[in-house]
């Protein structure tokens, strides 16, 4: 089946370092794997964050960054520099365009972000 | 600006009551999903529309039912409700061109 594996429960990092969190996938059925995060924060809806539909691409957005790496199924989230509005619910997601045009995602778990001044 | 609206935000449902979550998308997309959320685990697909009138079966049906009106309208239905069933659940809507975009989820708590 496919699956997406993220790091789990809560990361702590404080504001101006540097963060990563991982994300690995795997697949038996989506012949071309799209690589999606969404965010959640406080009160708030799942945004998109980025998505990579390419592998080798990068995507980025709000100083967020995160490579399509087809060899090791990985799609890593990272940040030079975490801020405290960066606090938030990260999900990593793995996504097939059917030909019918709806969306299949697969999701993981969700890692709790906090930024401590 | 696109948006997909939940109503209610939360709820509180006796065992075996029927609830329903209603979702209303402003986006002009064909497509409308609902997925629920346990507490760390990830969103999963219950039910999902590509056309009014016309619901499909996601990974996790059973207990669901879902209703799509209009191109708009979306709602999940919780004919006897159960404990298990207690979760954030979301809504989406997408087209082909667009990755879903999600409303901001309705915490459903079933005592």
């Known amino acids: 089946g496919d699956s997406v594996t993220q790091t789990e429960g809560q990361v702590t990092v404080s504001e101006s370092k540097s963060l990563i969190i991982n994300c690995t996938y795997s697949t038996t059925s989506i012949a071309y794997p799209n690589l999606f995060w969404y965010v959640r924060y406080p009160g708030e809806g799942l945004q998109l964050l980025l998505k990579?539909?390419?592998?080798?691409q990068k995507g980025s957005s709000r100083g967020f960054e995160a490579t399509y790496n087809k060899e090791t199924t990985s799609f890593h989230l990272q940040k030079a520099s975490v801020q405290e509005s960066d606090s938030a619910v990260y999900y990593c997601?793995?996504?097939?365009?059917?030909?019918?045009?709806?969306?299949?995602?697969?999701f993981g778990s969700g890692t709790q972000l906090t930024v401590m001044p | 600006e696109a948006a997909v609206t939940q109503s209610p935000r939360s709820k509180v449902a006796v065992t075996g009551g029927k609830v329903t979550l209603s979702c209303h998308q402003t986006n002009n997309h064909d497509y409308m999903y609902w997925y629920r959320q346990d507490t760390g685990h990830g969103l999963r697909l219950i039910h999902y529309s590509y056309v009014a009138d016309s619901t499909e079966k996601g990974d996790i049906p059973d207990g669901y039912k879902a209703s799509r009106p209009s191109q708009e309208n979306f709602s999940l239905i919780l004919e006897l409700a159960s404990l298990s069933q207690t979760a954030v659940y979301f809504c989406?809507?997408?087209?082909?061109?667009?990755?879903?975009?999600f409303g901001e989820g309705t915490r459903l708590s079933v005592l």
């Open positions: 990579v539909i390419t592998a080798g």
């Open positions: 997601a793995l996504g097939d365009l059917r030909s019918s045009g709806s969306w299949q995602l697969i």
């Open positions: 989406a809507s997408s087209d082909r061109n667009q990755a879903p975009l």
